[in-house]
């Protein structure tokens, strides 16, 4: 079982609902001993990560509140000129950190940092860690000396297990007169597209049937998942030209990380790209012990689409009841399974075969057949027995007029 450690988990309804907020605006400021303002921030910012629990993991969206402050102790215009940083502090435990650099034409935030508090229990109820966690990331935010950074488009930060979403932003440090400057620089997601040529839908891309992988997760009680199978996404998402665009996007197992968790009702197996950390496709297996099932009740992906107009795209679905099989035995499907997720991504699943919760020895058990194959078999059965059935009339009609072309004569 390749390992992630705690990996970033993707996103459940509430992120969708929470996503369509940005939280407040606002401007901070960081001054030096002589009151002059080096830096200057406005923006509005939304959070996302997935923490630990008792049952599993869970995830957590949030928005930057409108009493997010500066902390002057954590912020400062710099002894060396080059450096200065921006702290920004929220709820008990929370802060939200900028370290810029310079040189002689521009100035760029070299270093991101996020602090956030697990014993929150508002945002992360049933937490299972107690811990002040901290991520970091480098970010491409620069600009001109003496200009601000602009971009009115949502720019996304990703951590390790955390994504930033800003909204709205201008950032400008080493101001010359306290103040945002009149001038700008664009960031790339503002920027228009080139006007040489007019822009035209891009076509669907179709790649082959996707690599077979087997997928094993391990609890505390032994195996509680064996999964063979091959994966496709099929996503629709509307272009920067405002054109909407269908991709087919194969997982690439040599390509892919995996982890998940075991719980008595709940089996739960992460995919995750390791190029892209961004994206990442969660599969949970559910069960009902009364009717003594189980089955793919929630799918969840997100993912970073660079031609998107929106480049963060994410959907989920816990509904679902799918790939429907007897506790302790196995689904089998050789023939292509299209799951319906969202009305812009649904999961294609090719050769899978599939147990979890009752896994005994690390064997599949005894094999359930999708409806799919089923059918497979019944239209050679049929059309064998049609073929029979054509033939017997055959003979039978060769036969009757033998009979009566030998009525027409007399013995001699």
């Given at each position: ?49 997935s923490y630990k629990t008792g049952h599993g993991s869970q995830n957590a969206s949030f928005s930057l509140p409108s009493s997010a ?42 270093a991101m940092k996020f602090t956030y508090n697990l014993s929150d229990t508002e945002i992360f109820p049933n937490a299972s860690s ?125 390509e892919t990380l995996f982890d998940g968790s075991c719980s008595a009702q709940l089996v739960t197996l992460s995919l995750r790209n ?139």
């Amino acid at each position: 079982m390749t390992t992630l450690g705690d990996v970033q988990r993707p996103l459940l309804l509430l992120l969708l609902l929470v996503g369509l907020t940005h939280g407040a605006s606002e401007v901070f400021v960081v001054k030096d001993s002589n009151g002059t303002a080096c830096i200057m921030a406005n923006f509005s910012a939304t959070f996302w990560t997935s923490y630990k629990t008792g049952h599993g993991s869970q995830n957590a969206s949030f928005s930057l509140p409108s009493s997010a402050e500066v902390l002057i102790s954590n912020s400062s215009c710099g002894e060396n000129p080059s450096e200065s940083i921006l702290t920004i502090g929220f709820r008990k435990g929370y802060s939200l950190t900028f370290a810029f650099a310079r040189n002689v034409t521009r100035y760029q935030v070299k270093a991101m940092k996020f602090t956030y508090n697990l014993s929150d229990t508002e945002i992360f109820p049933n937490a299972s860690s107690k811990d002040i966690k901290v991520e970091e990331s480098v970010s491409d935010i620069e600009a001109d000396i003496d200009k601000k950074y602009r971009c009115v488009s949502a720019m996304q930060i990703q951590m390790q297990d955390v994504i930033i979403t800003f909204h709205d932003t201008t950032i400008q440090a080493y101001l010359s007169n306290s103040t945002f400057s009149k001038e700008e620089t664009r960031c790339k997601q503002d920027e228009p597209s080139p006007t040489t040529a007019p822009p035209s839908p891009l076509p669907p891309l179709v790649p082959t049937n996707p690599s077979v992988f087997r997928y094993n997760m391990t609890g505390d009680n032994g195996t509680c998942l064996l999964a063979s199978m091959a994966l496709q996404l099929n996503i629709s998402y509307l272009h920067k030209d405002n054109t909407t665009v269908t991709r087919v996007l194969n997982i690439n197992p040599n390509e892919t990380l995996f982890d998940g968790s075991c719980s008595a009702q709940l089996v739960t197996l992460s995919l995750r790209n390791q190029n892209q950390k961004g994206n990442v496709l969660v599969l949970q297996f559910g069960m009902n012990a009364s009717s003594s099932v189980y089955f793919l009740q929630g799918i969840q992906l997100n993912m970073t689409l660079p031609d998107a107009r929106d480049p963060t795209f994410r959907a989920v679905n816990s509904s679902l009841r799918a790939l429907q099989t007897t506790i302790g035995n196995s689904y089998k499907c050789s023939t292509e399974e299209h799951i319906p997720v969202t009305k812009e991504f649904s999961l294609n699943v090719f050769s899978i075969w599939v147990q979890a919760f009752k896994v005994e020895g690390d064997r599949f058990g005894s094999v359930e057949e999708c409806v799919q194959d089923g059918n497979n078999m019944l239209i050679p059965i049929a059309v064998g027995g049609a073929l029979a059935g054509l033939v017997l009339i055959v003979l039978i009609a060769y036969l009757i007029g033998r009979k009566r072309s030998h009525a027409g004569y007399q013995t001699i």
